[in-house]
């Protein structure tokens, strides 16, 4: 069966950086359209990056130009690089994996999640 699992969460100030995994088994995932989404008490699920099974990535507005999303495949990983974390970006953040891209927000294949969270 396919498993996700992340890591790399944890508490930083403002400005500060992390490094997101998402370790993906019982698939090649290279093939796959993947996703890091964020969610909070307050908001619903959000998109924050996606990558394409052609390499293409997008990212949330909120997040251009801070947030990186990348991939190893000869460790079948995923990656989110996180720069200048602001407070706003506190969340429980999720990986998620598809064949598709246009239904990776409603994947059936997701993280448990890892936490995040941005305070001085």
């Known amino acids: 069966q396919v498993q996700l699992v992340e890591s790399g969460g944890g508490s930083v100030q403002p400005g500060g950086s992390l490094r997101l995994s998402c370790a993906a088994s019982?698939?090649?995932?290279?093939?796959?359209?993947m996703g890091w989404f964020r969610q909070t008490q307050e908001k619903e699920r959000e998109r924050v990056a996606v990558?394409?099974?052609?390499?293409?990535?997008s990212y949330a507005v909120s997040v251009q130009g801070r947030f990186t999303i990348s991939n190893d495949n000869a460790k079948n990983t995923l990656y989110l690089q996180m720069n200048s974390l602001k407070p706003e970006d506190t969340a429980m953040y999720y990986c998620a994996l598809d064949l598709y891209c246009y239904r990776i927000s409603t994947a059936k294949h997701w993280g448990q999640g890892t936490q995040v969270t941005v305070s001085s």
């Open positions: 019982g698939v090649t995932y290279n093939i796959y359209c």
């Open positions: 990558f394409g099974p052609d390499g293409s990535t």
